[in-house]
């Protein structure tokens, strides 16, 4: 069964930076779309970003709330998505999900996620 | 604000049907393909609905996905109590290029 596992959750303080993982398993992760998705305390489902297979150029979509201050990359060999956030700020405290993006059909696989709460 | 509209609750009785909306424009469901997710409390999302209409292998045939224009349509029959959970409605938007959310939809089975 696909799996996903985030982890790098934690508290951190406005300005500064966290990078968070998620490991893939049981699934041809090279070959997979991969989204990011947060939620607030108390909210909805609000989508950070993306990323495309190598096979298909690689490239990034990033929510408008928060680009320019992530950026999210892959790393096929170790089958492990990141995603670096910097200038942290209190807006940015939620949940954070890493999914199986089938190029917006559906996301089929979701992990378990990871906090991140940004406060001084 | 959300750019998918849904309502914020819903409920009804065990064993009857709802259905819940989700309003967009053309730029995300009037062009894009709809799915649903169902999050039970203190989980992660769990895709029930993808391509407008399409069940993943397991999800029961009690739940259906529909769309027309620029809304979709997420029906339960006979309601269980365990289907007591936040439903929200997903799609690509073309003009933003990004995944768009509706606000969610708590459903209540009284």
């Known amino acids: 069964e696909a799996q996903l596992v985030e982890s790098g959750g934690g508290l951190v303080k406005p300005g500064g930076s966290l990078r968070l993982s998620c490991a893939a398993s049981?699934?041809?992760?090279?070959?997979?779309?991969m989204s990011w998705v947060r939620q607030a305390p108390g909210k909805g489902l609000e989508w950070v970003g993306r990323?495309?297979?190598?096979?298909?150029?690689?490239?990034?979509d990033y929510a408008a709330p928060v680009k320019g201050r992530i950026t999210i990359s892959r790393d096929d060999t170790k089958k492990t998505l990141h995603l670096q956030m910097n200038s942290l700020k209190t807006e940015d405290t939620a949940v954070y999900y890493c999914?199986?993006?089938?190029?917006?059909?559906?996301?089929?696989?979701w992990g378990k996620g990871t906090t991140v709460t940004v406060s001084s | 604000q959300s750019v998918l509209t849904q309502p914020p609750s819903v409920s009804a009785a065990p064993g009857q049907k709802v259905t819940i909306s989700c309003s967009g424009r053309?730029?995300?469901?009037?062009?894009?393909?709809v799915s649903w997710y169902q999050q039970l409390p203190g989980t992660a999302p769990k895709l029930l609905i993808y391509?407008?209409?399409k069940r993943p292998s397991g999800i029961p045939d009690r739940f259906s996905g529909s769309k027309s224009g620029t809304s979709a349509t997420l029906g339960i029959t006979g309601l269980q109590t365990g289907d007591e959970a936040d439903y929200y409605c997903?799609?690509?938007?073309?003009?933003?290029?990004?995944?768009?959310f509706g606000g969610g939809t708590k459903l209540t089975v009284l």
């Open positions: 999914s199986l993006d089938r190029d917006g059909r559906g996301m089929d696989v």
């Open positions: 049981e699934f041809t992760f090279r070959n997979a779309w």
């Open positions: 990323i495309k297979s190598k096979s298909d150029g690689e490239t990034t």
């Open positions: 053309s730029s995300n469901i009037g062009n894009n393909y």
């Open positions: 391509d407008n209409n």
């Open positions: 997903g799609t690509w938007d073309s003009l933003s290029a990004g995944w768009v």
